[in-house]
T-cell receptor
Framework: DAGVIQSPRHEVTEMGQEVTLRCKPI?????LFWYRQTMMRGLELLIY????????DSGMPEDRFSAKMPNASFSTLKIQPSEPRDSAVYFC????????????FGSGTRLTVV | TQLLEQSPQFLSIQEGENLTVYCNSS?????LQWYRQEPGEGPVLLVT?????EVKKLKRLTFQFGDARKDSSLHITAAQPGDTGLYLC???????????FGKGTMLLVSP
């Protein structure tokens, strides 16, 4: 398996533009997670899905953030409109049934909003 | 929200030295995991500990889960430059499938 695949690896956009981050989880994993990592706050859970259904989106900072998982092999995280404070590394991770099995992370998308 | 405090935040040592990093919380976790993250990559799982007092070894790395399942430590023997990276601990909330991460310890091992 190729692991969790994220695209793009880097994104630079202007404030106010729409940004879409993409993720392909590991086949057979039931859970998909979106995290954001910054120096100040570390890794923060934004939202997670179980069998394509959003379970907890309480970590999504504002209505400008939205996430979808239309099928078991694809998820998107969208920011509209983007702001400079959204600059961070965004990670997608997937896991088997329980967290105790561990998460497999993608390589992340480094987002810079200027 | 259950918080995990990691210490030290940053550690710079010479090759061959031993070190210990810590992960502490006031909350009890069902399990605790350690990850290592290299620059430009996502965290990679090193180990999961489940039972209070459990000790696991992974080559030169020794992981221990506290008896009360609130804290953990990672000890590295004879550190090597390849051990350089950000070490993250993550606790699993009882009854949930999510992990709460600490902010990590950045380890730099110089030749």
């Amino acid at each position: 398996d190729a692991g969790v695949i994220q695209s793009p690896r880097h994104e630079v956009t202007e404030m106010g533009q729409e940004v879409t981050l993409r993720c392909k989880p590991i086949s057979g994993h039931d859970y998909l997670f979106w995290y954001r990592q910054t120096m100040m706050r570390g890794l923060e859970l934004l939202i997670y899905f179980n069998n394509n259904v959003p379970i907890d989106d309480s970590g999504m900072p504002e209505d400008r953030f939205s996430a979808k998982m239309p099928n078991a092999s694809f998820s998107t995280l969208k920011i509209q409109p983007s702001e400079p404070r959204d600059s961070a590394v965004y990670f997608c991770a997937s896991s088997l049934i329980l967290a105790a099995y561990g998460y497999t992370f993608g390589s992340g998308t480094r987002l810079t909003v200027v | 929200t259950q918080l995990l405090e990691q210490s030290p935040q940053f550690l710079s040592i010479q090759e061959g030295e031993n070190l210990t990093v810590y992960c502490n919380s006031s909350s009890v976790f069902s399990s605790l995991q350690w990850y290592r993250q290299e620059p430009g990559e996502g965290p990679v799982l090193l180990v999961t500990v489940v039972t209070g007092g459990e000790v696991k070894k992974l080559k030169r790395l020794t992981f221990q889960f506290g008896d009360a399942r609130k804290d953990s430590s990672l000890h590295i023997t004879a550190a090597q430059p390849g051990d350089t990276g950000l070490y993250l601990c993550a606790g699993e909330d009882s009854g949930y499938s999510t992990l709460t991460f600490g902010k990590g310890t950045m380890l730099l091992v110089s030749p």
